[in-house]
């Protein structure tokens, strides 16, 4: 059977998903806003990505439409590598009523102005001793730098003048180090972060669904650190919770966009996506 197409209107705007599952997720989205689960990485996704991460933010426009959402949609969550509290400063979170935000990929959870997180392994301190003379053994090239997190350690090396090079050098001694301090190496654009194992994206969401109970969802990523929400999503299909993933579009990261539902460019993109899915909200719930 084909999957049922988004209502028109105000939804007509959308993109059509590419994939018959994606376009279920989305006329699924579109028919019960008030049990759909909206869930958004942060920088790539809602906020461009920039040389230093503490200088990121969220566009104005990504802003406003996540208000618009969380007076719509049943549950708006940002879930992100970044602290809670990063996020919420960042994107002015604040300011969303009932959005939750899941900082270092799950660990923390922040909502209604309230940060709940267990306390950072024992293994993160040791690596943070030693993290600089690895480095420097490794010969890593200038440019390479650390962002402590708190509850991780990321290297950067978007910064040097071959970024990937750059990367490729250092791989090797920090997976050695987080297998070491029994920390999980995780890759992404031209950084890899050492982190406590257990946690990602996908455990987040789908902890987060068990909690809410949707009647649809979907998650909308850029990096490699998504991948895990995209498999959640099509886990959430199989028990019969219709989803749709979608691929901030980026040169750096194409094979998170061969496995997305729909592709958008950038966090452009995603904000007129955002704006057109609260339009088709809007539409369903002045109608029902």
């Known amino acids: 059977m084909a999957a049922p197409e988004p209502p028109g209107g ?19 989205l579109l028919a019960a806003p008030r049990r759909s689960l909206v869930g958004l990485d942060f920088d790539g996704t809602l ?5 230093d991460p ?21 549950t708006v969550a940002i879930i992100t590598g970044r602290p809670a509290l990063e996020a919420v400063e960042f ?23 309230r940060l709940t997180a267990p306390p950072p392994p024992p293994g993160l301190a040791e690596a943070r001793t030693e993290l600089p003379a690895l480095l420097a053994a490794a010969g890593a090239a200038e440019g390479t730098w650390i962002e ?22 250092i791989s090797g001694p920090l997976t050695q180090l ?18 406590p194992p257990g946690s990602d ?8 669904a068990a909690e809410r109970g949707p009647a649809a969802a979907m998650f909308c990523g850029d990096d490699l650190g998504d991948r895990p929400a995209f498999q959640a999503i099509r886990e959430l299909r199989d028990e019969g919770i219709p989803g749709l993933t979608v691929c901030s579009g980026s040169a750096e990261v194409p094979a998170l966009a061969q496995e997305a539902d729909l592709l958008v460019d950038g966090p452009d993109g995603v904000v007129t996506l955002l704006n057109s899915l609260a339009a088709g909200m809007s539409a369903a719930a002045g109608v029902s």
């Not at 002015?92 to 923390?108: A, D, N």
């Open 10 to 28: 105000p939804a007509s705007a959308l993109p059509v998903p590419r994939s018959e599952a994606g376009r279920a997720g989305l006329a699924a």
């Open 47 to 51: 906020a461009p990505i920039v040389a």
């Open 54 to 74: 503490a200088r990121a933010r969220a566009l104005p426009g990504a802003i406003a439409v996540l208000r618009d959402l969380s007076a719509l949609a049943g």
């Open 91 to 113: 994107a002015r979170l604040e300011s969303v009523p009932g959005v939750i935000v899941l900082g270092h990929y799950g660990r923390q959870s922040w909502t209604g102005g």
């Open 148 to 169: 402590d997190k708190g509850d991780a350690l990321a290297v950067h090396t978007r910064r040097a003048a071959d970024p990937q090079q750059a990367l490729d050098r």
């Open 178 to 195: 987080a297998a070491r301090t029994g920390l999980a190496a995780e890759p992404g654009r031209y950084v890899l972060e050492l982190r």
């Open 201 to 208: 994206k996908g455990k987040a969401l789908k902890r987060l």
